[in-house]
Structures are given as structure tokens and as C-alpha cells.
């Protein structure tokens, strides 16, 4: 065994959900840990993304890690969905009940982490120059983190504020009054746009690819509906773990929308139409293996929107054609009032696929081939490198000297989305090839497995973890066959993040295990039962 001792047994990046379940499963273990993040203060994803109308797509109550039922207990959400701020406070409020701030230093940025094969350690150096070691590196930098931005021409001249949605000014934009211009009409947009309409002089909405929106139907929490998720915590921790997207849903129980009678299926649709993405899971169990079943639920969801958008130019924009792509090939937004506010005056879409394509970013606005639009600002809703993005944002270099991005070129392999083989003694918190799912159920199932992963090495007094060759090739094999089985694969057509297929210069490619969560997580545990085979520990020579 290596005589040699590390600063830390464990560094990880990133303060999210995933830096805070790491430092309480390490610290429990006995181990010391380290989560640096670039950001001021703990929250990821919700300290990043602050912009207007921000909030969680999943609801509220299993939005949030369950290691401490004390926790669970203790804190009150106000409503069905949260908005950044407090899943934010939620987030300060675990850090400090739990006592985490020790073990994380904020404002710190890593710029590179090379693995050294003489003692097994990593090596971390941080962007003002300071270095540590560490026996085990662990990314929780997120799987939606590195934001996209567009290469528009001009765009340095713009004379106003210009950023993209995730890096909204923390210290607050007052857009009251002003003229303000957003590329892009994914998740962010639909959240960002109804709230901004309301006091922004006029909103204009630079618009490519129709969305399947689906609505949120936002509600406060009551004091009787607290009580009752407050009794049956255990409950709703266990549905979030036998649910195939992490959530704590009910099924279908088998029920498919090609064997159901048209009318029956009306009525099923219509009764489960209570919002989030429940709809989805709760009606049906073929919506999304079937292309049939799949072009049923599309249809149904073209009709509600079309219902609810006044302009019939502006529907002809916004809906999806059943031609254009299957549902849930896009990840669908979630809506609370997005279709509405192109009915205010002050709210204006163009359509910058088929119409006028933006030409460039001027010192004042934006020009398309047939318009020139003045703003004050420019929010770029552009979407984010997921999954890989942010591990390939600065080099993480591995036994063979090569770096993560080299490595993912052409595919990016993963076992389990946790590990990667030629990078021992890292992992990855929900990394490539991981289901997508209720976030904070997949982190904290990754975080156990990785601790417990650990913990053995510790116990059994190894050097090294090497993920085994064949097990990322087995387990990337398995994720593409899965995937090509589904309609999700379609996703590549229309620029889906879910395939890396929005961004230029990088094949689509597969990014995310669609067999199920709960399926993914009954692998996991089938692997930590069986002492991790896709694994191989090593002791070192003194
Ligand atoms: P997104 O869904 O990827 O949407 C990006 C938008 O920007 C698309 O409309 C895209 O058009 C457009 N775009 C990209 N590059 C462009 C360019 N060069 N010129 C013009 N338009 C361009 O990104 P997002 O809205 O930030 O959401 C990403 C994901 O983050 C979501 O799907 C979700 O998982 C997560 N998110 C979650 C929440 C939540 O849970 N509360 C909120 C926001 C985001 P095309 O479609 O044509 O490519």
C-alpha cells in the first residue's frame, strides 16, 4: 500500500445536490472531503440559473436528497414547484443543519486534474494557482451546467447586457421597462418569458424548433397536503426509486394507448391532464416506445396547446407538426404561461427558422434577413452541453494521459454513467450514459454507490480502482441498444440536447441510459452487492 498521504481522501467539484450528498455519505464514512466550486455559494444548478421564472420541472417534495429524515421533516416547501431561491435556501438550509460548510470552499474554480500513477492520487489545481491531492476525484458538476453559446456574428458589439440564461447577473438585471431580445425557445424560455412579459417593455422570442409544451399547473403547498407527504416520506422515497424517470409517480399499470377504445383514451388523457410530467408516465405505458401510441399522445397535446394560443400565426410557430418528431425526443417544457403571454401585446415571436434567420448581433439589436430589432438586452436561452460539457471544459487527464474530451471524441463511454475506464479513482456524479431522471434520486443513488464503492477500498486496503475495459464497452453497448430502441433515438433530427445533437461540430451521439431509472438503479445495486465487477482494485508496491 502506498505510504504516501493525499491533502484529502476525496475532492469533489461542485456544490450542488451532488458536492452536498458526497460530503455527508464521505464524511459518515470516516473519510475527508473537499468540494471546490467556482460559484460564491452551495446550489448549482439554482445559483447559476437565476433568471426570471426559474424553477424546478419536478415537484417539490422529492426534489431533494432523503439521507436525513430530520431534514425531510423540518423543512416546508411553499409550493408544488419551487423557484430557484428556494430550492436554493433548501439547499443553504442542508449545509447548515448538516454543518458542511468546513468542507467547501466556494469561488474557486478547477482548471485541471491529472491522475498520478506513481501513488494512485490525483493531482487538482485550482485557477489561482493552488494545488491538492486527493486519493478518489468525483465530478457532481452536473449534467446540465456548461451552457451553449451561439457563434453569432457581431455579437461583441452589442452595446447592452449579453449572456446566456444560466449566467443572469447575480446581483439582479432590472428588465422593467426595458427592450429585451431572447435567443432560443426551449425550458428556459418557456419559465423565463411569461414572468419578464410582465414589466419588460416588449419581449421578443428568436424561435427555431417547436416544442411539445406540457403544463405545469403550478399550486401552493397546503398545510393538509404538507401533512400528508410529511406522514409518507418513506413512501414516496420508495415510489422515486421504482420509477422509471426517478419521480414520484404512479404508473400505468400496463395500459397502452393502442389497446384502449378512442374514447376511453380521450377520457384518460383528459383526466390525468393535471400537469407536470405525470401525464406522460401516469397515462399510458407505450407513449414512448410506441411510435402509434406515441403520434396519440402528440395529437392530444397538439390540440391543448392549439387551444390556448389566440394568433393562429403565432400557433403555426409555436406547435409541433406529428410529422415534425415524437414526443419526448425534445425534452418538453413545462409550461405556466408561456402559451398565454404571446397574447400580450408587448410579446413577439420570430420565427428564425423558416422565415428570417438572424443575420447578426448589431450594436443595438439583432438583424434578420428581413428586420432589424432594437434591444436593451440580449438573453442567449441557448441550452447547455449536457452531460459531457462540463467534464470536458478543462482537461481531467487519466492513466494514459489522455484527457476526458480526447477520450470522448467520437463516443463518450462511460460504465454506469459513474466511471470511466483509463481514469482510476474518479468519478463521475450522473455522468454520460446515466438515465435522466428526478435529479436528486439519481445523485444520491450514484452518491451511495460511489461511497460504498469507497468504503470497500478503504476496508480492503486498495491503492487503486481501475474501471474494467470491457464493462464500459458492455455497459455502452447495452445504452445504445436501449436507446435505439426508443423514440428518443429520433432526437438527433431536431437538435436534442439528450443526444448532444445541439452542437456544431460534435456527432449526436448517445448520451443517456433509457432503460429505465429504476432498472439503472437495481444495476447499480446489483453491482455493489456483487462486489463491483466492472471494477478492478489494485494495491500499489511501497
Ligand atoms: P434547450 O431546451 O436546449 O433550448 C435551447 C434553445 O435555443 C432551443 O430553442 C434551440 O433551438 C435554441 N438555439 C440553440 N442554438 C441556437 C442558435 N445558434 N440560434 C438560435 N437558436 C438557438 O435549452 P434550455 O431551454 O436551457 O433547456 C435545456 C434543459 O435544461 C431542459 O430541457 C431541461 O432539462 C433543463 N432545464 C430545466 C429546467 C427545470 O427543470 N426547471 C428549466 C430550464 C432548463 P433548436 O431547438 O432549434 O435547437
Known amino acids: 500500500m502506498t505510504t504516501q498521504h493525499p491533502d484529502f481522501d476525496v475532492i469533489a467539484i461542485g456544490a450542488g445536490f451532488a458536492g452536498l450528498g458526497l460530503i455527508h455519505y464521505i464524511r459518515e464514512a470516516g473519510l475527508s472531503i473537499r468540494v471546490f466550486d467556482r460559484a460564491a455559494d452551495v446550489g448549482g444548478t439554482w445559483t447559476w440559473n437565476r433568471y426570471p421564472g426559474s424553477m424546478t420541472d419536478s415537484e417539490s417534495y422529492y426534489y431533494c436528497l432523503t439521507f436525513s429524515k430530520e431534514l425531510l421533516q423540518e423543512w416546508s416547501w411553499t409550493a408544488r414547484y419551487p423557484d430557484w431561491k428556494e430550492t436554493h435556501d433548501y439547499m443553504r438550509f442542508v449545509a447548515d443543519k448538516c454543518d458542511m460548510w468546513p468542507h467547501i470552499q466556494l469561488n474557486t474554480e478547477i482548471t485541471s486534474a491529472e491522475y498520478q500513477k506513481d501513488t494512485g492520487h490525483w493531482l487538482v489545481t485550482t485557477g489561482n494557482g493552488d494545488s491538492f491531492t486527493c486519493k478518489y476525484f468525483i465530478s457532481g458538476m452536473g449534467m446540465i451546467s456548461e451552457p451553449v453559446i451561439p457563434k453569432i456574428k457581431g455579437m461583441e458589439t452589442f452595446k447592452g447586457p449579453l449572456f446566456h440564461s444560466s449566467r443572469w447577473p447575480q446581483e439582479g438585471l432590472d428588465y422593467a421597462g426595458k427592450r429585451v431580445g431572447i435567443i432560443g425557445a426551449g425550458a428556459t424560455t418557456v419559465q423565463m418569458l411569461p414572468v419578464m412579459s410582465k414589466t419588460a417593455e416588449s419581449v421578443t422570442v428568436f424561435h427555431r424548433t417547436s416544442n411539445f409544451i406540457l403544463p405545469a399547473m403550478q399550486k401552493p403547498m397546503t398545510p393538509e397536503w404538507e401533512k400528508e407527504i410529511k406522514e409518507n416520506y418513506d413512501e414516496i422515497i420508495a415510489k422515486c426509486r421504482n420509477h422509471v424517470f426517478g419521480m414520484a409517480f404512479d404508473t400505468a399499470d400496463g395500459r397502452k394507448a393502442v389497446e384502449t377504445s378512442p374514447e376511453e383514451r380521450q377520457r384518460i388523457f383528459e383526466e390525468k391532464w393535471v400537469g407536470s410530467f405525470r401525464w406522460v408516465f401516469e397515462t399510458f405505458d407505450d407513449l414512448l416506445a410506441d411510435p402509434e401510441a406515441n403520434r396519440m399522445a402528440s395529437q392530444f397535446i ?114 454506469m454513467g459513474v466511471c470511466v475506464a483509463d481514469f482510476p479513482n474518479m468519478f463521475m456524479v450522473t455522468g454520460p450514459q446515466a438515465p435522466f431522471a428526478n435529479l436528486p434520486t439519481s445523485i444520491e443513488q450514484n452518491v451511495i454507490w460511489i461511497t460504498n464503492c469507497i468504503k470497500k477500498m478503504e476496508r480492503e486496503g486498495y491503492d487503486v480502482v481501475k474501471p474494467r475495459q470491457d464493462a464500459e464497452d458492455a455497459w455502452t453497448a447495452h445504452t445504445a441498444e436501449i436507446h435505439d430502441q426508443t423514440l428518443m433515438a429520433e432526437g438527433g433530427k431536431v437538435n436534442s440536447w439528450m443526444m448532444g445533437a445541439n452542437l456544431e461540430g460534435k456527432a449526436p451521439r448517445v448520451l443517456i441510459y433509457f432503460g429505465g431509472a429504476n432498472v439503472y438503479y437495481d444495476k447499480m445495486d446489483e453491482s455493489a452487492n456483487q462486489d463491483y465487477p466492472e471494477l478492478e482494485f489494485e494495491k500499489l508496491a511501497v
Do not use: C
Open 302 to 415: 397538439i390540440d391543448k396547446m392549439k387551444e390556448r394560443i389566440e394568433d393562429p400565426e403565432i400557433a403555426e410557430i409555436l406547435v409541433p407538426k406529428l410529422e415534425d418528431y415524437p414526443l419526448f425526443a425534445k425534452r418538453p417544457p413545462l409550461d405556466h404561461g408561456y402559451l398565454e403571454a404571446y397574447s400580450r401585446d408587448n410579446v413577439h415571436l420570430v420565427d428564425i427558422k423558416d422565415r428570417e434567420p438572424i443575420v447578426e448581433i448589431t450594436e443595438t439589436g439583432v438583424r434578420t434577413t428581413e428586420n432589424e430589432f432594437e434591444f436593451d438586452i440580449i438573453v442567449l436561452a441557448t441550452g447547455f452541453k449536457a452531460y459531457t460539457g462540463a467534464l470536458e471544459a478543462f482537461p481531467i487527464r487519466g492513466a494514459k494521459g489522455q484527457t476526458l474530451a480526447e477520450k470522448w471524441k467520437d463516443e463518450s463511454k462511460s460504465i
